[in-house]
T-cell receptor, first 118, second 119 residues
Framework: GAVVSQHPSRVICKSGTSVKIECRSL??????MFWYRQFPKKSLMLMAT?????????EQGVEKDKFLINHASLTLSTLTVTSAHPEDSSFYIC??????????????FGPGTRLTVL | AQKVTQAQTEISVVEKEDVTLDCVYE???????LFWYKQPPSGELVFLIR??????QNEISGRYSWNFQKSTSSFNFTITASQVVDSAVYFC????????????????FGKGTKLSVIP
């Protein structure tokens, strides 16, 4: 149980185009999803927290107009990188949690999406 | 603010050697959680362990063991009799009790330690 998928696993796009990455919880309902970014040989940096049905909360320094996050259902969150540039090339990882109030809930991580912007 | 420090950037050991990965954390909360994750070259994070701040018992799982010491704010990870398959980047992470939405807790990751096990 507790499987999180990401699609696509790899994407190459031209500079200036937009790319959408999907994060799905396959066997549980995820009230909260997190999006992380990982540069080569670096750590995971939290970009934003997404709660189902509400606007995402972005970390300081993350451009919300550039990285659009939508969490329209309990099993799907999407990250859209708008007007992508080569510096947006990175490994994007999502995680999902059931989010029951008052208890700790495990974050289950997706396999990641490697974005390369030419 | 919470912080996780993994001072060892890269470690190389010969197969069958024991290796310890260090993790030091900072937090103002009395309730928090500590984690270790493994990230093989494929990129997918593999959950290894979670410890809450009230449980200082050390844990052993096969060749893996963890030493949690609140007095030194450390949560070190030891691999006994290392194998080539242990080669990966290992991340220590911390989650404080302040949560974002319905009981979920944000994770702060250390910079990771790249372990190379040489046959």
């Amino acid at each position: 149980g507790a499987v999180v998928s990401q699609h696509p696993s790899r994407v190459i796009c031209k500079s200036g185009t937009s790319v959408k990455i999907e994060c799905r919880s396959l066997d549980f309902q995820a009230t909260t999803m997190f999006w992380y970014r990982q540069f080569p040989k670096k750590s995971l940096m939290l970009m934003a927290t997404s709660n189902e049905g509400s606007k995402a909360t972005y970390e300081q320094g993350v451009e919300k107009d550039k990285f659009l996050i939508n969490h329209a259902s309990l099993t799907l969150s999407t990250l859209t990188v708008t007007s992508a540039h080569p510096e947006d090339s990175s490994f994007y990882i999502c995680s999902a949690t059931t989010g029951t109030s008052g208890t700790y809930n495990e974050q289950f991580f997706g396999p990641g999406t490697r974005l390369t912007v030419l | 603010a919470q912080k996780v420090t993994q001072a060892q950037t890269e470690i190389s050991v010969v197969e069958k050697e024991d290796v310890t990965l260090d993790c030091v954390y900072e937090t103002r909360d009395t309730t928090y959680y500590l984690f270790w994750y493994k990230q093989p070259p494929s990129g997918e994070l593999v959950f290894l362990i979670r410890r809450n701040s009230f449980d200082e018992q050390n844990e052993i799982s096969g060749r893996y063991s963890w030493n949690f010491q609140k007095s030194t704010s450390s949560f070190n990870f030891t691999i006994t009799a290392s194998q080539v398959v242990d080669s990966a980047v290992y991340f220590c992470a911390l989650s404080e009790a302040s949560y974002s939405g319905a009981g979920s807790y944000q994770l702060t990751f250390g910079k990771g330690t790249k372990l190379s096990v040489i046959p």
